[in-house]
């Protein structure tokens, strides 16, 4: 199958995706089970990495500007636009495309091969609508607070490094933070992170709908939508950067 035919496929999954549910009940259900699994279970990982690579961030900040005419506030200058506009919606969504992913792709790959889709489909059963869009709702409106609280705790992760590190002081971290602050920036990185989620949730559950085989060809597909989603986030990501920032 051609990359023309996959895309094609893609957006006809789409099409039976956002068809009405059936059974809101149900669905709820659902809902509040995928945003358990998809984003509750991630907040670990997201806050642990967040926090470190905010003081790691800082700390190779200031033992590369050294001067004494670069003023110690440049270093949360730096850090904060760092934080903001790539590392929390971009590094996060490709740790979140790993984790995740995996997992779609395998739930609903193992799902296809052991018959149960076709068992819906038998019942009548919309089963991507069933399957995939309480996922995608999941990740609009979870993952954008998850990397709000990502930003947040890279920020606070370079301060506390530069205060135990004794490189540069609170104080003139914190003004580096405050200089030169434009909203819009956190507005960007949620642009960013909407794109991503999608992605992260549709993209996977393509690989994971459509796999054909046993278990040895789920991993394959698991294997393959982590991939093609790191892909498509950092395609996206170039796109929208020259779209939004120029």
Same mark, same amino acid.
């Given at each position: 199958?051609?990359?023309?035919?996959?895309?094609?496929?893609?957006?006809?999954?789409?099409?039976?995706?956002?068809?009405?549910?059936?059974?809101?009940?149900?669905?709820? @259900?659902?809902?509040?089970? $995928?945003?358990?699994?998809?984003?509750?279970?991630?907040?670990?990982?997201?806050?642990?990495?967040?926090?470190?690579?905010?003081?790691?961030? =800082?700390? @190779? *900040?200031?033992?590369?500007?050294?001067?004494?005419?670069?003023?110690?506030? #440049?270093?949360?200058?730096?850090?904060?636009? +760092?934080? !903001?506009?790539?590392?929390?919606?971009?590094?996060?969504?490709?740790? #979140?495309?790993?984790?995740?992913?995996?997992?779609? *792709?395998?739930?609903?790959? *193992?799902?296809?091969?052991?018959?149960? !889709?076709? =068992?819906? $489909?038998?019942?009548?059963?919309?089963?991507?609508?069933?399957?995939?869009?309480?996922?995608?709702?999941?990740?609009?409106?979870?993952?954008?607070?998850? &990397?709000?609280?990502?930003?947040? #705790?890279?920020?606070?992760?370079?301060?506390? =490094?530069?205060?135990? +590190?004794?490189?540069?002081?609170?104080?003139?971290? &914190?003004?580096?933070? @405050?200089?030169?602050?434009?909203?819009?920036?956190?507005?960007?990185?949620?642009?960013?992170? !909407? !794109?991503?989620?999608?992605?992260?949730?549709?993209?996977?559950?393509?690989?994971?709908?459509?796999?054909?085989?046993?278990?040895?060809?789920?991993?394959?597909?698991?294997?393959?939508?982590?991939?093609?989603?790191?892909?498509?986030?950092?395609?996206?990501?170039?796109?929208?950067? @020259?779209?939004?920032?120029?």
């Amino acid at each position: 199958m051609t990359y023309l035919e996959h895309v094609g496929k893609y957006f006809m999954m789409l099409k039976r995706v956002f068809r009405k549910p059936q059974k809101r009940r149900v669905f709820y @259900q659902a809902l509040m089970k $995928e945003v358990e699994d998809l984003g509750i279970k991630s907040l670990g990982i997201i806050m642990f990495i967040s926090f470190f690579i905010g003081g790691v961030i =800082a700390l @190779q *900040t200031a033992l590369n500007l050294d001067s004494p005419f670069i003023p110690d506030s #440049l270093i949360g200058f730096a850090a904060k636009r +760092s934080i !903001i506009l790539e590392f929390a919606p971009t590094f996060c969504c490709i740790i #979140l495309a790993g984790k995740v992913g995996s997992y779609i *792709t395998s739930s609903i790959g *193992t799902m296809r091969v052991t018959e149960q !889709i076709d =068992a819906l $489909e038998v019942m009548g059963i919309n089963s991507l609508n069933f399957l995939v869009l309480p996922k995608i709702i999941a990740a609009l409106f979870f993952y954008p607070f998850l &990397i709000t609280l990502a930003m947040a #705790l890279g920020i606070f992760g370079g301060w506390i =490094a530069g205060v135990l +590190s004794g490189l540069f002081a609170g104080t003139d971290y &914190i003004t580096g933070i @405050q200089t030169d602050f434009k909203p819009f920036l956190i507005v960007y990185a949620l642009i960013k992170t !909407i !794109i991503f989620s999608f992605l992260i949730a549709t993209v996977p559950s393509y690989h994971g709908y459509y796999v054909k085989g046993g278990s040895i060809a789920v991993g394959r597909a698991s294997t393959q939508a982590v991939v093609w989603t790191t892909i498509l986030i950092v395609i996206a990501n170039y796109f929208l950067t @020259q779209m939004l920032l120029t």
